[in-house]
């Protein structure tokens, strides 16, 4: 018999390992958890009709299981912060993968690339939002375009272990140009512009998760072509400098190794101008110029078209417009204020849908 008061351990332990079980018959965690992680939930186990399927019956109800049992999404929560100083702030956020190129895995971008991330009304919902905006800015005879630049998993396939390739699965990519392709918008596919780009050199940083110099180029010509100005095209040869050393990036912070890893890039030899920045905000939206004649383009972006996006536009265009753009949050006042003769709507693509319910501020539509 145990002593009297290891019974009070055994009760707590009994009560510990039940409470999960129990917290799933009574408050089960939502489905929507778990197809956050970018898979479907393990359906119940079918009755038995064979032999085999008696066989297979422990592990689907395992399965099942794991996918039901109460807390779940909690435990997982705790086991993340307690395994946090050892594993490392930046250790979850990066991948490393084929001779040592790094993947950021937050927002779900590398599920993402591979199509195992599916938000299917998020991104109807992100169609009809863009129809609407497109719709208002040609009342107001201001052109649309949409080019998305693709998360690095996307371009660098082969640099990524077996689980995180895509295998010709199905996209939110896919499923975002498909959707403004019915409704008659004008859309840029950069993906195959930023393989072919990675071909002729560093189109992606290995530590970064943007784009190089190159790879900005790249986007740019293919959308000016499509946008109907080839005139505006650059070519690389007079644009980019040779190759030089550049050390870290954002990935590499993550990983604490900012300090211990290079890489050979090349920069955009182009004027800049000035710059006016509208607000405060980390992301501080803003206006371009250098003095020339030429219409305004304005960018609803993220970090990816803030850089090197003004010193190719401004070669050609009078006024550039950076402004960030919010998961679809952007203020619809800033283009009645500026009045743009084209928007490109280029947010990254793990920021390619719009957050729930996300509109605008002071959108009429």
């Known amino acids: 018999m145990l002593k009297s008061w290891r019974r009070y351990y055994a009760l707590a332990a009994l009560l510990l390992l039940g409470a999960p079980l129990v917290v799933g018959l009574v408050w089960p965690d939502s489905p929507a958890a778990v197809l956050k992680e970018g898979r479907r939930l393990a359906p119940p186990p079918a009755k ?7 066989l297979a019956l422990p592990t689907a109800l395992d399965a099942y299981l794991r996918d039901h049992f109460g807390l779940r999404q909690a435990l997982i929560q705790a086991h993340k912060e307690l ?13 490393v993968g084929r001779d040592g190129r790094m993947f950021y895995l937050h927002e779900d971008a590398v599920r993402q690339s591979a199509g195992l991330v599916l938000r299917d009304q998020r991104v109807a919902d992100t169609v009809a939002l863009i129809k609407e905006v497109k719709d208002e800015l040609r009342s107001r005879g201001v052109g649309f375009i ?60 290995r530590h970064d998760s943007h784009w190089t110099a190159r790879g900005a180029l790249a986007a740019y010509n293919a ?7 080839p005139n505006w095209r650059i070519d690389p040869g007079a644009a980019l400098t040779p190759l030089s050393e550049r050390k870290g990036g954002d990935l590499a ?3 604490g190794v900012q300090d211990s890893v290079t890489e050979e890039v090349e920069e955009l030899a182009l004027p800049a101008g ?9 992301y501080g ?24 996006f003004p010193q190719l536009l401004l070669q050609h265009a009078g006024r550039m417009i950076w402004i960030f753009d919010r998961h679809c949050g952007f203020d619809w006042k800033v283009i009645d204020k500026l009045r743009p003769d084209e928007v490109w709507w280029m947010p990254n693509e793990r920021a390619l849908i719009c957050g729930p319910g996300t509109r605008p501020l002071d959108f009429a539509g």
């Open 48 to 54: 038995p009709g064979s032999g085999a399927d008696w």
């Open 285 to 308: 939206d803003y206006v371009q110029t250098r003095g020339e004649r030429g219409p305004t383009i304005m960018i609803l972006g993220d970090s990816f078209t803030a850089g090197y």
């Open 274 to 282: 000035s710059r006016e920045l509208m607000t405060t905000d980390p």
């Open 253 to 255: 912070r993550l990983l």
């Open 223 to 229: 959308i000016v072509e499509a946008d109907g100005r």
């Open 83 to 95: 395994t946090k100083p050892m594993l490392g702030m930046g250790d979850d956020a990066v991948l």
């Open 146 to 205: 949409v080019a998305p630049p693709p998360n690095a998993a996307t371009v660098y396939q082969d640099d990524l272990p077996g689980w995180a390739q895509n295998g010709g699965k199905r996209t939110e990519y896919d499923m975002l140009l498909e959707g403004l392709a019915a409704d008659g918008i004008n859309a840029v596919d950069l993906r195959p512009v930023m393989k072919m780009a990675s071909a002729e050199g560093p189109a992606y940083y």
